[in-house]
């Protein structure tokens, strides 16, 4: 029997993922969702995609009941080490974001990072869209922070490089696909244990058709953002925040907090 193909999300967020992504902004990210969620201390938080757990354990430090979803084993395991030494209480569970059982269950849920896009087919984008709905009560509240299409277009191809203190080389090579819509990445670890390659391919959306996926899951788009600076948001913005609630339609969408 021929071996089915791994998907690259597979390989992707292994234990070389926190060599790769380095994040000195996370406070100040997580100062913004509890702006922006504005939640009673206690609530209970969905953190889709939470990878090492870093705003799932910032947000539990803050009060909160949280539960981070990610596919990822090495992650996870990272991220209950992390939360053990800062000796706050997560609930972390492994699980493809495509499938989750939560049903009426969390205040809010969030999507940070760009964890949105990985498969093959937007319908099984909405999917994942659909099982945040379900596990969101009424007028629950969901923040979507990734980067902008729209900008992606105009600043790819790039290539770059860094070095880090202990000598590690990590190397990136970007493009964008127009036919398929992909954000395309190849990135290399360069370090004493040797070289190591990793791939992504990540569907982006534009804005408009954002707004129609979270309007057809009952997912409604009250405002948009450049970024969890919480900045204007335009074509030109790196990143794109969206706010929305469940069950709730807007008279208007905003995109000046």
């Not at 059982?101 to 994942?128: C, H, I, K, W």
């Not at 880090?164 to 080389?169: I, P, S």
């Not at 913005?237 to 709730?248: D, E, F, N, Q, T």
Request: net charge positive; charged share 30%; with cysteine.
């Amino acid at each position: 029997m021929a071996k089915v193909p791994k998907h690259w999300f597979e390989d992707f967020f292994g234990p070389d993922y926190l060599i790769r992504y380095v994040h000195p902004e996370t406070e100040a990210q997580v100062e913004a969702i509890d702006q922006i969620l504005h939640l009673r201390k206690g609530a209970r938080i969905l953190d889709v995609g939470c990878g090492a757990g870093r705003h799932s354990i910032g947000l539990a430090a803050r009060g909160y009941r949280v539960t981070g979803l990610d596919l990822s084993k090495a992650l996870l395991a990272e991220a209950r080490k992390a939360a053990q030494r800062q000796k706050v209480k997560v609930t972390f569970v492994e699980g493809d974001m495509r499938h989750m059982r939560f049903g009426n269950a969390f205040d809010a849920a969030l999507s940070m990072f760009t964890s949105f896009g990985y498969f093959d087919r937007p319908d099984e984008d909405r999917q994942v869209l659909r099982g945040i709905a379900r596990a969101l009560r009424p007028r629950g509240k969901f923040l979507m922070e990734l980067f902008n299409r729209d900008s992606l277009v105009g600043t790819l191809p790039h290539q770059t490089w860094q070095a880090r203190e202990d000598g590690t080389v990590v190397l990136e090579d970007a493009a964008f696909d127009l036919l398929q819509g992909r954000f395309e990445t190849r990135q290399v670890v360069i370090d004493r244990k040797g070289t190591r390659e990793y791939g992504a391919s990540v569907r982006a959306y534009t804005l408009a058709e954002l707004k129609e996926m979270f309007d057809s899951a009952g997912l409604f788009v009250h405002r948009v953002a450049g970024g969890l600076d919480l900045s204007p948001y335009s074509a030109r913005s790196r990143r794109m925040v969206l706010y929305a609630v469940k069950g709730l339609e807007p008279e208007g969408i905003r995109t000046v907090w």
